[in-house]
């Protein structure tokens, strides 16, 4: 029986009636019994079930289709807090602010129940969330694939200025916001050995034998489109032990072999990896790529034969992406269900894995490609490991025609890096296995061809594309600055949510002299709004008409916030020993975790800590500089930053960072851009203009000769500028961390180093002048306005739905099924 | 182990009755079907309707035994759930043995 009837009406009062269900019959509460959080939980039942309705329609409509579908893997999706962001999606949010009323309590403190689930370390992962809701906007059928971690990101505490990991655990108040699928469950072989059998025909038969098995059990998270039409659903994987093994051991009554056994599985799903670009080499990790991937691959299958019946045209009814090569053992797990449990011979299979796979790069540090060890992985995959032989060898067979003489080539091109320890290099493999290799910005596609896999590009130009990240306009304008969403609700109504390009219908305000004063008021009142966190968390009085200058992201040596902190410190000092005041008062905010084992980004936290304390404690910087840390970085923080921030530290090392999106995110909220010409800078560039942004530095091609011909000398560059000598000076001599003698002279000897990759010497100058400028045109708050509202308007192609739209046309071929006009 | 056997149609059949085929099980496993194939002269058919699960070393007992039989066995298995089923594909040992979908067809087979 099909039943996709939309069950629930969403006056406040049948919201009220429906909390008051769930309370008594999901939470077992009285009204008078329920906490705060009793609340959150009963409304986020109610949403849950408005979103089952939707999903179950959505799935019946996709499956009338017979509609391609997307399948999106990735180790991580950091989706941030849902509730908020659904009660928009559904258009439901002023019935329930009115709903939970009745209970005494208002909706932002019932919203702020909610954890903020970290299952992602950065960019990557949030890229991946800000797509599946623009898949469900455009009605396409796209799904996500990932982990279901007990333990997301850490939270981050900062004690004494260091940062301190503490565990996160998200899981425990998920309940309402999934649905367990225990039907769904599905069972993976790990470890085990090859026995090279013979078929009931003679045949070669390798069997995959004495391996040990987990249970992959699926979470779903709905993933509700803008207007709520369509809701897919992102399928998270946790780890459990085969059941009936387990009730054996505890049967024969050995409870410690049997605990062992259960802590050993679920290991798989307790923890997210918190490294965002250094690999780590561990076991556990490559297990948690394979389970994801093993996961997801039975899972789409089985979905296609219970549709089709037939596994022949599997790439022309699914397309899967793969976010970064964490996933990219789903090219052998897809040859090997192909190959070796439908019975389907090599060539055809391939043809299909080919067709139905594209992976997207993520990173241009070479170091940062990840490669497993062969033995390693052999161990843990015995089968797949003969596939990858396998691959490769008819890959080199077909590389070898073209480059018969080029022995080196043919070495870089292989899947193997042969060696002590040969390493199996997963990038060669996603591209082997791929008909699309993208970049994610137009530059970083660039570097791709050029710098980092040339060789593949000679092979295969046509499968290299550039798809320039984007963000969703609906998590990153209307939930995180409902100030300026409702401002330009008044003037051009809330199309723009839908159709992001339409919002430069606003371009001819920025001359309208009322509507730049709106402008600049919700903008202080998005300042004034994280006053308190910055009170509370960053420990600082913040003067809301100061430049709020804002760096938020991972801490990374490329990311360069020693450039950040250098160029205050050459502030502070031309303060307190020039007496020349910045043109206007600014407040310098960091926000960012650092990989717990990556030391250089810890102490780059610590410094920044050093250096507020002496400027935010010296008495003739009040009223012009105040510095500030905002602990613990995640979704919700980030939506109260790009919302109040007026400039937008984008200021890598040209040429290392892929796209960033977090330059997008403050472009839209009408943040200005200090940054290089690094990743989509440049593509922010080009559509904002010049004139309406901060542009300084080297530029790629400038920084990679540099580096090539050995010319950077960081000593000369200080010579030569006074006010740099005298900041390096100053961290030698402990003025920036006076009660702890010795602290900062790392920085000292790091960046007078001069194979420092990352040049932040080469740029000072130029980024203390650009910023100069910035903070002396936002003494002109009209003209300030007028060029942040440019950039509100013009931000509309950064919109992910352009994005998923070129991924759909492009690479995935899929296309909008909408239900309407038999579409 | 709990298991069945009886004679249909001259053709010797063995029904296991345990849910889960796993390491608890699988040396006794090995050494009931050793045992039950010589008494039926290799050819005989194991009914694993009850089998719910079936793990990597029940299978080995399930290998092991077939390797003892020889190319001239008569093994046949029948009535595999999709769960075990599936075993038997990702392990590609469903080219090894002889699998067929009911106890009247593995007799089909044997009578042919």
Known sequence: ???????????????????????????????????????????????????????????????????????????????????????????????CE????????????????EADPALGNGGLGRLAACFLESLATL???????????????????IRNGYQIEKPDQWALTAAPLQMQRLDR?????????????????????????????????????????????????????????????????????????????????????????????????????????????????????????????????????NAIQLNDTHPSLAITELMRILVDEQWMDWEPAWDITKNTFAYTNHTLLPEALETWSAGLLAHLLPRHMQIIEEINRRFLEEAITLYPDDLQRLARLSIFEEGNDKQVRMANLAIVGSHSVNGVSALHTELIKTRLLPDFFDMWPDKFNAKTNGITPRRWLQKANPGLTALLEQHIGLDFLADMEKIS??????????????????????????????????????????????????IHEYKRQLLNILGIMADYLALVEDGEYPASPFVALFAGKAAPGYTTAKKIIKMIHCMADVINNDK??????????????????????VAAADLSEQISTAGYEASGTGNMKFAANGALTIGTLDGANIEIEEKVGGENLYIFGLDAQQVADMCAQKTYRPREISDQNPELARVMDALKSDRFCPGEPGLLEWAWHYLYNENDPYLHLADFASYCKTRRRARADYADQEGWANKAICNVARMGWFSSDRTIKEYASQIWKIAPVTGLNGE | MRYENSITSGVSILTIKEQALDASVAQDLKETLATYAQRAKGAFVVDLSHVEFLDSTALGALVSVLKVLGGASELYLCNLRPQVLSVFSLTRLDRVFKIVPTVGSAIQALSG
């Open chain 1, 185 to 317: 469950a599905v069972l993976v072989p790990l470890y085990g050995r090859i026995e090279h059998f013979k078929d009931r025909w003679e045949g070669y038969n390798p069997s995959w034998m004495d391996w040990q098995v987990v249970i992959g059990v699926p979470y779903d998270i709905p993933s509700c489109g803008h207007g709520g039409h369509t809701v897919n659903y992102l399928r998270l994987f946790t780890a459990q032990p085969s059941k009936d093994f387990d009730i054996k051991v505890f049967n024969q009554g050995d409870y410690f072999a049997a605990m062992e056994q259960k802590i050993d599985t679920e290991k798989i799903s307790k923890i997210l990896y918190p490294s965002d670009s250094i690999q780590s080499g561990k076991e556990l990790r490559l297990t948690q790529e394979y389970f994801l991937v093993a996961c997801a691959l039975r899972d789409i299958v089985r979905n296609h034969l219970d549709s089709y019946d037939d596994i022949s045209d599997f790439a022309e009814k």
């Open chain 1, 505 to 554: 219908a606003i371009l001819p305000l920025a001359q309208d002299a009322a509507f730049v004063e709106d402008f600049l008021k919700v903008k202080r009142g998005n300042k004034v709004k994280i006053l308190p966190l910055l009170q509370d968390k960053a420990m600082i009085k913040a003067d809301p008409d100061a430049i709020f200058d804002i760096q938020a992201k991972r």
């Open chain 1, 98 to 113: 009115e709903a939970v009323k009745a209970f005494g309590v208002n909706l932002n403190d019932v919203e702020a129940q």
């Open chain 1, 620 to 641: 003739r910087t009040r009223g012009a500089i105040r510095v500030g840390f905002v602990p613990d970085f995640r979704v919700s923080i980030a939506e109260g930053l």
């Open chain 1, 1 to 95: 029986m099909e039943d996709t009837a939309i069950r629930f009406e969403n006056s406040p009062q049948d919201i009220k009636r429906q909390i008051l269900n769930h309370l008594r019959y999901s939470l077992g509460k009285t009204p008078d019994e329920a906490s705060i959080g009793d609340i959150y939980a009963a409304l986020a039942y109610c949403m849950r079930d408005r979103l089952m309705d939707r999903m179950l329609a959505t799935r019946a409509r996709f499956r009338e289709a017979r509609a391609k579908r997307l399948s999106y893997l990735s180790l991580e999706f950091l989706i941030g807090p849902s509730l908020g962001r659904n009660m928009l999606a559904l258009g439901i949010r002023q019935a």
């Open chain 1, 139 to 157: 009605n396409m059928p796209g799904y996500g694939y990932g982990i279901h971690y007990d333990y997301g990101l850490f939270r981050q505490e």
